[in-house]
Antibody, heavy 124, light 107 residues
């Protein structure tokens, strides 16, 4: 079964850091670009970051650029999101998502497999 | 960034109704438009990509159309399991952007 499983969320103080992980199974992880998408409570979806199949190129949304860092370990079928300098407005469910067919995160893609999400709450 | 605007923000409909949702882009995105369905507490689920290609496993009552800056998602005969929130997303440029969502509720 194709599956993505996020972990690492929790309560973090403003200015703090957290590292999210996403474990992939059931597909050739190293053949696809991967992404992080977030959703604040009761709000819409926001693309956070994407990474190429070989980590050769990454991209970020404007609101997280310079604070968040995406990475992957193909040997361990894992995707990561390092989140620094956290703000209350970063509070959200964070989903990892698989690119439908492309190796490059900035291809004309869609996200066909999503994890269940992990919740990050930034509050003092 | 390309802004995506959906209309309506919500609608009420009955089982069996034909429902249409519109998504407008602030700039042309060719046909690089995707639709997702999301139910409460769940992850989004891809329904249609590249404007009109039905994702594997998605019911055939869902269809997509449009080009350039205006796109539509149509549900030909609404089923009880279709009551959910629907999001459009452009994949023409980075950052990827989503519409604000359309909540389909039971009348």
């Amino acid at each position: 079964e194709v599956q993505l499983l996020e972990s690492g969320g929790g309560l973090v103080q403003p200015g703090g850091s957290v590292r999210l992980s996403c474990a992939a199974s059931g597909f050739s992880f190293d053949k696809f670009a991967m992404h992080w998408v977030r959703q604040a409570p009761g709000k819409g979806l926001e693309w956070v970051s994407g990474i190429n199949w070989n980590s050769g190129s990454v991209g970020y949304g404007d609101s997280v650029k310079g604070r968040f860092s995406i990475s992957r370990d193909n040997a361990k079928n894992s995707l990561f999101l390092q989140m620094n300098s956290l703000r209350p407005e970063d509070s959200a469910s964070y989903f990892c998502a698989k690119d439908i067919k492309f190796r490059y995160y900035d291809s004309n893609n869609a996200f066909d497999i999503w994890g269940h999400g992990t919740v990050v709450t930034v509050s003092s | 960034d390309i802004q995506m605007t959906q209309s309506p923000s919500s609608l009420s409909a009955s089982v069996g109704d034909r429902v249409s949702i519109t998504c407008r882009a602030s700039h042309s995105i060719n046909n690089f438009l995707n639709w997702y369905q999301q139910k409460p507490g769940k992850a989004p689920n891809l329904l249609i990509y590249s404007t009109s290609t039905l994702q594997s496993g998605a019911p055939s009552r869902f269809s997509g159309s449009g080009s350039g800056t205006e796109f539509n998602l149509t549900i030909t005969s609404l089923q009880p399991e279709d009551f959910a929130t629907y999001f459009c997303q452009q994949s023409s440029t980075t950052p990827r952007t989503f519409g604000q969502g359309t909540k389909v509720e039971i009348k």
